[in-house]
């Protein structure tokens, strides 16, 4: 029964309550680093990290925390993990870091996590945190990288950096920010579609 | 009277007691966050501790990289901060320098690296940043344009297009930001030139 619902935290968060398909929420840096996929798989592996940091920690003072000041502390913690990916994504993967630049320390404010942290690990014991975490920062992930695909391949005629065709005339408006809009929005329409 | 006087200090003291609660609670509140902020400081200060040498020697590397690119007969670089740098080799003897160029391109500015030898021949160019359209502008970033530059002195970098002596092939569809970066790179050379005399 337990392991049924730890599973179902999980699994909600990659079509249900996906992130940014059906919540709508941090489409921002969706829309910002989906133009390759190496940076999408980047960002998306940083976001999980920082969600599922600070969903365990949140989780684990939920009843310590004041009330009063539960924003607050809540901002502490999520700065920290990001400070943290921020440091370490520069020290190793230096690369990528540059790719995805502003976007990184923003994670501070991106609202995917801020929610889930006020929604649900400030009410929800660790583990089920955790599993909601997972779930989210996946679902998130995997839209990144669908939309990354689809753009890096229409926009230009590679994946993961390796040229796909010979001869081929990339779709420029994909590389640019209207790219990013009529993906995403296309996803949307097929998702809810799909799930009625 | 007696009843004002009693009324009074009932006002006056009923805030009071609710003052020294609120500060009470407040203090606890002050006692929390500090701790939090501790906490964190102490894990960011340890994170730091651990990353700043690596992220130091990354970069480091990344930019003696980016200097050997631009040239290659180089054994090692002048060590400053500020541009232009000399080339060495082996023996200590200045091979050439690196000059770094700003160019004011479509929609942001480029920054790259010019390597010149002795006879201030190009011998590479490197764009360490730029902000331009991507798929159009960001092509000045590829090999196929910067490699147009090596082997010329500094007459010949004018876009085909500009003037006759020119021999530079501009990128289609984004002639803004290769004339920038083309113009910025032969005014640089010509204005180092002056100052090595």
């Known amino acids: 029964m337990s392991s049924k619902k730890l599973l179902n935290e999980f699994t909600k968060g990659i079509i249900k309550e996906n992130p940014v398909l059906i919540l709508m929420v941090g489409l921002c840096s969706v829309l910002a680093v989906s133009t390759e996929v190496k940076n999408a798989i980047g960002m998306g592996s940083a976001m999980t990290f920082v969600l599922l940091g600070s969903n365990i920690l949140v989780s684990f003072l939920r009843n310590s925390i004041p009330n009063k000041v539960r924003i607050p502390v809540f901002l502490i913690i999520i700065g920290s993990f990001t400070t943290i990916v921020d440091l370490v994504m520069n020290a190793y993967a230096p690369a990528i870091h540059k790719n995805l630049g502003i976007f990184i320390p923003l994670i501070v404010v991106n609202c995917i996590i801020i929610a889930r942290a006020e929604a649900f690990a400030a009410k929800n014991p660790v583990l089920d945190s955790a599993m909601d975490a997972l779930g989210i920062g996946f679902g998130y992930a995997l839209v990144l990288f669908v939309i990354a695909t689809i753009r890096e391949i229409l926009g230009n005629g590679t994946f993961f950096g390796v040229q796909l065709f010979t001869g081929f005339n990339p779709v420029l408006i994909m590389m640019l920010p209207p790219g990013a809009f009529i993906t995403i929005g296309l996803l949307m329409a097929i998702l809810r579609s799909v799930k009625k | ?197």
């Open chain 2, 1 to 197: 009277m007696t009843d004002e006087v009693l009324y009074g200090c009932k006002v006056f003291y009923a805030p009071l007691s609710n003052c020294s609660k609120n500060m009470k609670e407040t203090v606890k509140l002050g006692k929390y966050l500090f701790i939090i902020c501790a906490v964190a400081g102490v894990t960011l200060a340890v994170t730091n501790y651990f990353t700043t040498k690596k992220i130091a020697s990354q970069k480091l590397e990344v930019e003696n990289a980016a200097l050997k690119e631009v040239l290659p007969v180089a054994f090692c670089f002048e060590v400053k901060n500020n541009f232009p740098k000399n080339g060495y080799d082996e023996k200590n003897n200045i091979v050439g320098y690196v000059l770094k160029v700003i160019a004011n391109g479509y929609s942001s500015e480029i920054s790259a690296l010019v390597g010149l030898d002795r006879d201030f021949e190009v011998t590479g160019v490197k764009i360490l940043s730029h902000n331009e359209t991507p798929g159009l502008g960001s092509k000045i970033a590829e090999k196929s344009f910067l490699s147009q530059f090596i082997g010329k002195f500094s007459e010949k970098i004018l876009l085909k297009k500009d003037a006759q002596a020119g021999e530079i092939d501009g990128i289609t569809s984004a002639t803004i930001s290769s004339r920038a970066i083309t113009d910025a790179i032969r005014k640089n050379i010509d204005e180092f030139k002056k100052t090595v005399k």
